[in-house]
Every structure is written in structure tokens, then in C-alpha cells.
């Protein structure tokens, strides 16, 4: 059957009820943060791994100032601000919600992304915390909450040595390591 022969009311009902990111098979990921320079030194690796493995990679920040360190990563920019607001409900179609600790904690707004996320299938949330170090030699052995080392891979490093850089991050070379440490949660 081809798009002209479903019948006008089941095309109105999907039009209506979901968009088209809801509807496509490609696996979305939501990285939440500050601004671009916070999201590329602590999950800009993981965003490059993400997007080279086909994984559409949104980036929400609070500041939409420099966006090319995002842009350099694979990553697409948002405003963060409009998704706060009470009675917007979005991150239904992501597959895992990548924010840190603190900002998860004192936002309702992040939250409830990361809930509608959580709550509509198997979504994913990862925090990170600014004193982790990716050095802990922490591997989670398997699905759940935990510690989550990310092993970088040699393009991710290469492209995130020159997001830290346009991001005008000081010590950017100091900041690629090996690995990025999240802590993966269950929502209570």
C-alpha cells in the first residue's frame, strides 16, 4: 500500500499525533548543558561517537552564543530556554538524555525531559559530574544504573581536541582524554 492509498484519516491522525522525528527508526539523543564549551569538554567524544554510529545528536544549551564547537562534533544546536518552560513536552522520541548532575537537579525542566524520555520506552539518562575523572577505570559490565566509561574513540578525540579549541576552552589538548565518565541513573 503506498502513502496516496492510506485512507486520509490515518494520514491526519499520524500528522496530528506525532512528528516526524517521533516517527523515524533513527535512534536520537538529547545532550543538555550550559553552553557549548561545558557540553564538548565533558560528553564531546561521546557525541562524536555517537553521530559517526548514525545516532542523531541534539544539543540543548541555555547559552546559544559560539554553537560551532557543537557543529564541528556532528551535533545539532538548540535553544534550551523554550523547552523549560511548564507544559512542554518533548523527549519522547529519545533514546538516552545526557546532562549534568547539577543542572538535571536544579532544572524541573531538564527533568521532565528526561522523564517523557525514561517514561515512553528505554531511554537512557546520563549525568555528569565536573570532578569525575576519566582515569577511575570504571566499566559497566551491563545495562543499569552505575558508572559508564565511554573509551574515546581516535576520530572523537581529534574532533573534540578542535571543538575545545574554536570553543576557546584554555588547556583544550589537557582536556581529550582516553575516556568520559557518566554515572547512568533510574528515575525514582
Not at 525514561?118 to 582515569?135: K, N, R, T
Request: hydrophobic share 50%.
Amino acid at each position: 500500500m503506498s502513502v496516496q492509498e492510506v485512507p486520509k484519516v490515518a494520514r491526519k491522525a499520524v500528522l496530528e499525533d506525532e512528528t516526524m522525528a517521533e516517527l523515524s527508526l533513527k535512534p536520537r539523543v538529547a545532550v543538555i548543558g550550559r553552553d557549548a564549551a561545558e557540553v564538548v569538554r565533558f560528553s564531546g567524544g561521546w557525541m562524536f561517537d555517537q553521530a559517526l554510529a548514525g545516532w542523531d545528536v541534539n544539543v540543548l544549551t541555555l547559552d546559544d552564543g559560539n554553537l560551532g564547537p557543537l557543529r564541528i562534533l556532528g551535533a545539532n544546536p538548540h535553544h534550551l530556554a523554550p523547552l523549560l518552560a511548564p507544559g512542554v513536552a518533548v523527549g519522547q522520541c529519545l533514546h538516552s538524555v545526557v546532562v549534568p548532575a547539577d543542572l538535571y537537579h536544579a532544572e524541573e525542566g531538564v527533568r521532565r525531559i528526561a522523564r517523557n524520555a525514561m517514561e515512553s520506552g528505554s531511554a537512557e539518562l546520563l549525568l555528569w559530574d565536573e570532578g569525575q575523572s576519566p582515569d577511575l577505570g570504571l566499566v559497566r559490565q551491563s545495562a543499569g544504573p552505575g558508572p559508564v566509561r565511554h573509551r574515546l574513540s581516535i576520530a572523537a578525540r581529534a574532533f573534540k581536541a578542535q571543538a575545545l579549541a574554536a570553543a576557546r576552552v584554555a588547556d583544550a589538548d589537557a582536556l581529550v582524554a582516553d575516556a568520559e565518565v557518566f554515572r547512568s541513573v533510574l528515575l525514582p
